[in-house]
């Protein structure tokens, strides 16, 4: 079992920036992959970025050039660091922990960009 915490979220205005953190605990194991997602009130949850415990990272193109993913292996935590907020970034932000079967999922964490 993993369990994930998500914290960081809130309200920000736009062109603003939020730090998002997402601690990990439980049975981890090196070789996984972390990532963020979001999902907007009556929108599918979307992906925004992942980084694997080498450090190799992907992201969404609407997110490129704005927000960086990070992790600290030591503290099992991963960032996403969220500049040049926009309205259309609001969302409930989701981390989640890939390595083999079954995937685990935080409880999400609110972020609002007011325009």
């Not at 736009?14 to 009130?41: D, E, H, K």
């Not at 503290?75 to 907020?85: E, F, I, R």
């Not at 970034?89 to 083999?100: N, S």
């Amino acid at each position: 079992q993993v369990q994930l915490v998500e914290s960081g979220g809130g309200l920000v205005q736009a062109g603003g920036s939020l730090r998002l953190s997402c601690a990990a605990s439980g049975s981890i194991f090196s070789g996984n992959v972390m990532g963020w997602y979001r999902q907007a009130p009556g929108k599918q949850r979307e992906f925004i970025a992942t980084i694997a415990s080498s450090g190799s990272t992907n992201y969404a193109d609407s997110v490129k050039g704005r927000f960086t993913i990070s992790r600290d292996n030591a503290k099992n935590t991963v960032y996403l660091q969220m500049n040049s907020l926009k309205p259309e970034d609001t969302a409930v932000y989701y981390c989640k922990y890939v390595r083999g079967y079954p995937a685990y999922w935080g409880q999400g964490t609110q972020v609002t960009v007011s325009s």
